[in-house]
């Protein structure tokens, strides 16, 4: 039987194996890119997260390394694409090497009563892209009753994965939060925490509040165990 790591005691590329190194700056370069990707494989990372754009050079130079290459759309932004152009993008991320996509929902058309419209916006990105799909709920932007038919619509679409937030201008990513997701997650919906991780700390509470993966652009720090008060994350 697979016993439960000892979470206190993840350091290193074990530590590192549970983050989304994340890179989508505005004006990243190349050469910012490239060294990116060789830091998600020199520390052992989860996946790299990149812009749309730097998917077909996150594919060449991560394959064969185990590394996951992950994009995410109608983002940083949520919710300002056309349902079928984002089913489009995420058919040709997958296309130029994405095998996992995070993806912002139609949250006003939550608030709106539009269920059936959020739901098929998600699961029109499911049907085309054939990947694990993250979904980022903006939880502090909902009600009570939008967060459960948000939770519900989503799973109800397919995806694979829950968000609390796309990034810390949203929300900074807690154990709150991330357990929230858990108890509503059906079975073989898992969790991914985002928004403002900046450390080891945070990461060991939000991998033992049930968070599956984090995501995170310090992943360098927190897994070196060196962030300081100048340490920032998207």
Known sequence: MTQTPDLGELTGKALAAYIQHTKIAVGTTREQMLTHLQEAVDYGFDAAMVAGSWVPLAAEVLAGTGITVASALDFPTVGVMTSAGKA?????????????LDIGVQIGWLKSGDYDGFREDIAGVVRASGV??????????????????????????????????????????????????????PE?????????????????????????KVGTSAGIAIVTDTTDDSTTSY
């Open 188 to 212: 073989g919906v898992l969790v991914k925490g985002s928004g403002g991780i900046t450390s080891r700390a945070q990461v060991i509470e939000l991998l033992a509040a049930g968070a599956a």
């Open 132 to 185: 694990p799909v993250k979904v980022m709920l903006e939880l502090p932007l909902l009600t009570d009753p939008e967060k459960e038919a948000a939770v519900e619509l989503a799973c109800e679409a397919g995806v694979a994965y829950l968000k609390n937030a796309s990034s810390g201008a949203i929300e900074t990513a807690n154990p709150a939060s991330i357990r929230y997701l858990v108890e509503r997650a």
């Open 88 to 100: 489009a993008e995420a058919a040709e991320l997958v296309r130029l090497g994405a095998r996992e």
